[in-house]
Nanobody, 121 residues
Framework: QVQLVESGGGLVQAGGSLRLSCAAS????????MGWYRRVPGKQRELVAS???????NYQKSVKGRFTISRDNAKKTVTLQMNSLKPEDTAFYYC???????????????WGQGTQVTVSS
């Protein structure tokens, strides 16, 4: 059984930094894309940043230059370094990964349990 376990998050003042980490475990043959999403109550979940298995990154426009996504393929982890945080970054953040459990199966979307990030003004 595949699991994504997140750590990090919390409360920080505007201008501060936080680091989110996510580790995948279980029956994993390979991991394609990994990423971070966030959701604010009353709004749709949105992509914050993603990274392919080759290390190609993609960022939401509002976080470019402030957030950095990285991954360690050997450790099956993905990290989101968030700098210069703003109150509008306050949200529940989710880790996502497209995982193949064996060579015969298609990649499946897996999600972490989520972690709250709150930025005070």
């Amino acid at each position: 059984q595949v699991q994504l376990v997140e750590s990090g998050g919390g409360l920080v003042q505007a201008g501060g930094s936080l680091r989110l980490s996510c580790a995948a475990s279980g029956m994993i043959f390979s991991i394609n894309g990994m990423g971070w999403y966030r959701r604010v109550p009353g709004k749709q979940r949105e992509l914050v940043a993603s990274i392919t298995s080759e290390g190609i990154t993609n960022y939401q426009k509002s976080v470019k230059g402030r957030f950095t996504i990285s991954r360690d393929n050997a450790k099956k982890t993905v990290t989101l370094q968030m700098n210069s945080l703003k109150p509008e970054d306050t949200a529940f953040y989710y880790c996502n990964a497209q995982i193949k459990e064996n060579i015969f199966r298609r990649p499946t979307d897996y999600w972490g349990q989520g972690t709250q990030v709150t930025v005070s003004s």
